[in-house]
């Protein structure tokens, strides 16, 4: 579900009647303040439709990203806030005759993002985040993070958004309650306490067995409530030596 939206359009299009197709030669496209910038060819428009555009964003303020975020999401950001800008730069190409008909490639940045909660002491900061995507993938890194004078870093990669097969790492130190957005939020869950960690990780998550993750990781004062649980977890505190099989 798509919360409400307030479009703007500004177009430099032509059509030709002859040959079915629309060339997109400068248009603007603003989404609840994100504008986007679009060019390229659809060919084909009343028969087999192929298109081949661009898609583009300049420093985009990471706040007004988030306002894109489905209702179930967005209220899940509430005791957040975000700052950082955003950009990126993608190719899509549509042709309703292949297999899949719809291919996507591009990268993106975050700069300087950081992040604060009501409630909680300290300001989780990271310098920059790339990203690399394709059709069902995904590449981040985590560069120069920060979290209460605490450096923290990573990487992660993603096949098969379905199924999904990861692999990444992770050093530094977190506080649990800043990865409240990232939790399912069917049963309302609140995730506190302090995590120190130096792991690598690879498998498919939906596949516990298949996952080799080795590293030393340490949770102090942790809790956990969520609905869905018969139980809530009011403490947990753990040192974990953790290898590949």
Not at 13 to 37: E, F, I, M, P, T
């Amino acid at each position: 579900k798509l919360p409400p939206m307030t479009v703007a359009l500004d177009y430099d299009a032509q059509y030709d009647l002859n040959q079915g197709s629309l060339s997109l030669n400068d248009v603007k496209l603003g989404l609840n303040g994100v504008v986007l910038a679009i060019t390229g060819q659809i060919s084909n428009l009343t028969k087999s439709m192929a298109a081949d555009v661009r898609i583009k964003a300049d420093r985009v303020n990471t706040a007004d990203l988030i306002k894109l975020l489905p209702p179930d999401k967005l209220a899940a950001m509430a005791d957040f806030t975000i700052k950082g800008d955003f950009g990126f730069d993608a190719s899509v190409a549509y042709d309703s005759l292949a297999i899949p008909a719809l291919k996507y490639s591009g990268s993106a940045v975050i700069n300087d993002f950081a992040m604060t909660r009501k409630g909680l002491d300290g300001e989780l900061k990271i310098r920059r985040i790339p990203l690399e995507f394709a059709l069902d993938k995904l590449k981040l890194a985590i560069e120069d993070g920060q979290y209460a004078s605490q450096p923290f870093g990573g990487n992660l990669e993603i096949d098969k958004f379905a199924d999904p097969d990861i692999k990444g790492a992770f050093n530094g130190n977190l506080d649990l309650a800043f990865l409240q957005p990232f939790l399912p939020q069917a049963g309302k869950p609140e995730l506190k306490g302090k995590a120190s960690a130096d792991l690598t990780f690879a498998g498919r998550p939906k596949d516990a067995a298949s996952m080799n993750v080795a590293g030393q990781l340490t949770v102090s004062d942790a809790s956990f409530t969520d609905s869905l649980l018969p139980e809530p977890i009011t403490k947990f505190d753990a040192v974990m030596a953790l290898k590949k099989d």
